[in-house]
């Protein structure tokens, strides 16, 4: 592929995110160079989506997918796609005007190897910062995915590899990206928020469940790219992995937590701790949480 050449074909996968839809396609369409295409990949929505799309008219292309999940909705977009570069955006999410505009410039004028550019984030809704993803470390990657799938990406590589349905449960966007990098492609940061990541209910919920499962899905993780995970760097994954469900269960510890919820956190934390200092004290909330909390 050529990099002088610059279409940029954006896909919008969305899942009963219909409040949100509007927003994100407008920030695509808003760009200062606009997308060769735009494709929503409507995965069975019962919302109002349908309708939601159907008012951009011409301005946009969809497809409707049945329960195929956000990477099989992706994979499902890849034939009806003809730009030089891909670039997804959730359909929760939204793009600063100008995104395209920054990161192919930088990708057109990047070092051969370089597959895809990544940037910062910046959050909003139920929650606001700014993240802090270091430059491109092809030694941290394995431990910790630090780029978004809303990177742009030659288009070459991802319909030349597709996307692991395996890892619909989480870790993705981590597993594409592992890929890319077995193969010998790296990624280059372009330091500015220029992707807006939404916090809402439905994203925090999600987070936290996929938390309990890091360790299961690393290890697919290192079943599946053996060449990156050598066994100390093994080791450190799912020591990680597991630190993560221990935070992860601390830090939703409330009072109010029903028996359920409360009984699941426990097993989770035993599972991936059973001797950490804070097993007593997870005991101790599963019985009475407002006591523990207070």
């Known amino acids: 592929m050529s990099k002088n050449t610059g279409s940029v074909s954006v896909v919008v996968p969305t899942h009963n995110h219909g409040r949100f839809l509007a927003e994100a396609v407008k920030s695509v369409l808003a760009q200062t160079v606009p997308a060769h295409e735009v494709l929503i990949v409507d995965d069975g929505s019962t919302d109002e989506t349908p309708a939601v799309i159907q008012g951009f008219g011409n301005a946009v292309k969809s497809i409707r997918v049945e329960g195929r999940g956000a990477y099989g909705a992706r994979n499902d977009s890849l034939p ?3 730009g030089d570069y891909f670039l997804n955006v959730d359909a929760d999410n939204r793009l600063r005007p100008d995104y395209i505009e920054k990161t192919l410039a930088v990708l057109r004028s990047a070092p051969e190897r370089v597959g895809y550019v990544y940037t ?3 959050y909003f809704g139920d929650e606001s910062g ?3 993803f270091p430059d ?3 030694a941290l990657l394995p431990l910790r995915n630090f780029v978004d799938m809303g990177a742009l990406i030659r288009m070459d590589l991802v319909k030349g590899r597709g996307f692991d349905e395996t890892f619909n449960r989480g870790r ?3 597993a594409f990206f592992l890929s890319l990098l ?3 492609w790296v990624g280059q940061r372009l330091d500015e928020p220029l992707l807006e990541y939404r ?6 919920t999600g987070r936290v469940r996929r938390r309990y499962d890091q360790p299961a899905i690393v290890e697919l993780l290192i079943q599946a790219f053996p060449e990156l995970y050598p066994p100390e760097v093994a080791r450190e994954a799912r020591d990680e992995a597991r630190n993560r469900v221990l935070l992860s269960v601390i830090a939703n510890r409330r009072p109010d937590a029903p028996a359920r919820e409360r009984l699941r956190d426990f097993l989770a934390f035993s599972r991936a701790g059973f001797r950490h200092a804070e097993w007593p004290r997870q005991f101790a909330y599963l019985l009475n949480p407002r006591r523990t909390t207070s």
């Open 130 to 132: 700014v993240s802090a």
């Open 136 to 138: 491109f470390d092809p």
């Open 172 to 174: 993705g966007d981590h």
């Open 199 to 204: 916090v809402h209910s439905d994203s925090i």
């Open 120 to 122: 910062q984030r910046s």
């Open 182 to 184: 077995r193969d010998g």
């Open 80 to 82: 009806h796609l003809s």
